[in-house]
């Protein structure tokens, strides 16, 4: 199903911080989400504004034949990063996000020299748990109330 779609991932602008906002808003995207405090537009925009501009984190936007359909971030940590992924309500639970994370992984360890990204994945979020799986992830750890999944791009390991 996901290949009836024209991928596109980009980095994340300013222009972007009312659509993300609207995802991040969504209630079940803040269910799911390791901080799932509420947040006005005025705190998000002023998150937004330093995540563009921290060195450390690094925001693309997904676009399917050309629309805005999520998020992919990764918060850097030395050698490694940890990866958040949300997807607009209109595209979820059509076979997406694994295409979505596997595209943005690869992208973002060939563009930044990272062999290592993290995924903390809430334990009963099983739809996001298969599509980490599916995009190459490996569970480490399913004890606490979220996993942590790993993912190696071994293309880039010296």
């Not at 537009?41 to 050309?66: P, Q």
């Amino acid at each position: 199903m996901s290949t009836d779609y024209k991928f596109n991932i980009r980095f994340a602008t300013q222009d972007d911080c009312e659509i993300l906002y609207s995802w991040r808003i969504d209630p079940d995207v803040r269910k799911v989400s390791k901080d799932s405090s509420e947040f006005t537009y005025d705190s998000h925009k002023a998150w937004f504004t330093k995540a563009l501009m921290n060195a450390n984190i690094k925001i693309f936007i997904v676009e399917l034949d050309n629309i805005p359909a999520g998020q992919v971030r990764f918060n850097i940590q030395n050698d490694s990063a940890v990866i958040s992924v949300s997807l607009s309500k209109d595209y979820r639970g059509k076979g997406l996000g694994s295409k979505v994370i596997q595209l943005a992984s690869n992208k973002f360890c060939s563009e930044f020299n990272i062999n290592k990204i993290i995924a903390y994945i809430r334990q009963d979020n099983i739809s996001s748990r298969k599509s980490f799986e599916k995009a190459g992830y490996t569970l480490l750890n399913d004890k606490d109330i979220f996993c942590e999944y790993i993912y190696m791009n071994n293309e880039i390991r010296n």
